[in-house]
């Protein structure tokens, strides 16, 4: 199992601030198979990035990815008040897909 | 539009079976893979198992491989986690959703179902 390890835990800032976020996988993952989701609370989740870099339909340009291998990185450039929720990484490239522990955005 | 929706949820005590489907709506199912994910209260997200459109491969996590199984009716487009043998550490909301094999992503998510394991 591949597992995925996200830092850091929760991350605190301002609106209009820049976001990273990282995570960590045990084992080297094909860019093609490697995706992060928002979930805010009391809703399902939503793809936000997939292939590692690509943006899912519908979402802003300030959410961007990027990595290989191991380490993989999500941004975003300028934090708007819908943004402060849980971000997922999850890899596909094992028959057992696994997601990373989660990290809170939460407002300073 | 694509909908999923899941249904059978519930309160089950320790040691008992609960049947979970997904109403697909707004694709062609069979042409889908499709998954299962759970979310434990106040937890992350634990991904159970996919099966791909004609029901003939399926992978499931190892946490949960010979307590739930994973099947599809693609004649009623419908989804389906047998779950047997639950423990309280199975309480959690399931989540179905689709898997895009084209530019590999789960795109569309239900809503999600709780299920309470509880004396």
Redo the contacts between chains.
Sequence with gaps: EIVLTQSPGTLSLSPGERATLSCRASQSVRTIYFAWYQQKPGQAPRVLIYGTSNRAPGIPVRFSGSGSGTDFTLTITRLEPEDFAVYYCQQYYSSQWTFGQGTKVEIK | QVQLVESGGGLVKPGGSLRLSCAASGFTFKDYYM?W?RQAPGK????LS?INGGGSTI?S??SVKGRFTTSRDNTKNSLHLQMSSLRAEDTAVY?CARY?WN?????Y????VLVTVSS
């Design positions: 998954s994910i992350g997200l634990e991904w996919y992978f996590a190892d989540y895009n530019d590999e992503m789960l795109d998510w239900g809503q999600g």
